[in-house]
């Protein structure tokens, strides 16, 4: 049980790390697009 807790948490923090600065990126260029745009 706690070995399976262990590993869920690790799998957790992986597609943290992965997904978290893709949607920051994401998250930045749709920023500048509509930045470019206004002007």
Do not use: D, Q
Not at 13 to 30: E, N, Q
């Amino acid at each position: 049980m706690a070995w399976c807790k262990h590993s869920n948490g690790k799998e957790k923090t992986v597609f943290y790390r992965i997904f978290f600065p893709l949607w920051f990126l994401g998250h930045l260029i749709s920023n500048i697009n509509v930045v470019m745009e206004v002007p």
